[in-house]
């Protein structure tokens, strides 16, 4: 027996009673209403394989109905079997028009009922077995770019553990920004897995360059500023969603709030969202964690940087939100702004001080 789910919708009880009859033998699951309206939101509430539905109602009708549910991505693949007593052909028209598959006139006839359920649902079990195997094969694609862009972010950041950690240690930043910033799960977690590629330029970049101690020669600098450029040149061709974004981050996040960045010099909202929120991701994680050619910044040093570079470097915007979460993005460094020392007092904090110490020692 099939154990389908099918909605009835219709103003008359009676038509109600005789459907459900026919179908519950069948072993069909069945729930009814006679209200347009109420039947909008049962179909929003829980899915169902067929919709049967009167055309002529009161208050709403069956092909308004019919119209609400095929704009709605959640319930537009839904098959819809119209009821009618009519012989009109214009409203028969109107009713397929809509999007409606089939239609059944009054009175019943058992077996030809039957039939056009079963070959409804029949199509409707095919469609939905094609869209999981749809799902099935995209999720296996993206997690198959995901693996890619790891991989690829490793390598490009200078054949090192520290580095490939470097990466993943980006990513969970940049999403924690991009979800605080406003984004919705999807567009986050894509730039996330994005954000792996933001140095992929750097493969052509000499290891000498990418690992040298102490302080790049001008020429040298100027080797490293083109990596950006080669990155996105590198992803040019490739029109997968998640290269995409890559390609906007790899030439972007060098870029600074204040159009003194490279390669291009872009300046404030000229620069990609998604290009300054890795940005500050990059930035955080490359100060306060140890390269082969550097100590790693005190956490506390780190936040002096970026409060100072608000407005300068980094969207003032999201410094906010940064300090504003700073202890959820502490943890991921397995810290927290209770863990930190208390900041150094500036000159004029200690000239002030000094001064207070005199004036009592005056009193």
């Not at 407005?311 to 460094?333: M, V």
């Amino acid at each position: 027996m099939d154990t389908s789910s099918i909605l009835i919708i219709d103003d008359v009880i009676e038509n109600i009673k005789i459907l459900s009859s026919i179908l519950e033998q069948e072993g069909y699951n069945v729930m009814s209403t006679t209200d347009g309206f109420e039947a909008l939101k049962l179909i929003q509430s829980r899915p169902f394989d067929l919709i049967m539905l009167d055309i002529m109602m009161p208050d709403i009708s069956g092909l308004e109905v019919c119209r609400h549910l095929k704009v709605d991505p959640m319930t537009a693949n839904i098959p819809v079997i119209f009821l009618t007593a009519s012989n009109d052909k214009d409203m028969l028209s109107k009713a397929f028009d809509v999007g409606g598959i089939d239609y059944i006139r009054k009175p019943y006839f058992k077996e030809e009922l039957l039939s056009r359920v079963k070959a409804a649902l029949k199509i409707r079990h095919y469609e939905k077995n094609l869209e999981d195997e749809v799902k099935r094969r995209t999720k296996e694609m993206q997690e198959a770019q995901i693996h890619l862009m790891r991989m690829l972010g490793g390598v490009a950041e200078g054949h090192s553990i520290e580095t490939y950690q470097h990466v993943k240690r980006v990513a969970e930043v940049t999403y924690l920004l991009a979800k605080y910033s406003g984004m919705d799960e999807k567009t986050a977690e894509t730039l996330k897995y994005a954000s792996y590629l933001h140095d992929l330029g750097k493969i052509g970049v000499k290891d000498y360059i990418l690992h040298k101690k102490g302080k790049l020669t001008k020429k040298e600098f100027e080797e490293i500023k083109k990596h950006p450029t080669l990155g996105a040149a590198m992803l040019e061709g490739v029109k997968l969603p998640l290269f995409e974004v890559a390609k906007i981050i790899s030439k972007e996040h060098h870029e600074k709030w204040d159009g003194s960045g490279y390669p291009q010099g872009l300046a404030g909202e000229n620069i990609h969202i998604y290009a300054r929120i890795v940005a500050i991701a990059d930035v955080f994680d490359a100060l306060s964690s140890r390269r082969s050619y550097k100590e790693g910044w005190s956490m506390q040093e780190t936040l002096d940087f970026f409060k100072k570079q608000s407005g300068k470097h980094f969207d003032p915007h999201l410094i906010d939100i940064l300090f504003d979460h700073i202890d959820d993005f502490l943890a991921l460094y397995g810290t927290s702004t209770q863990e930190l020392p208390p900041p150094e007092p500036s000159q004029e904090q200690k000239k002030a001080s000094w001064l207070d110490n005199l004036l009592s020692t005056l009193r």
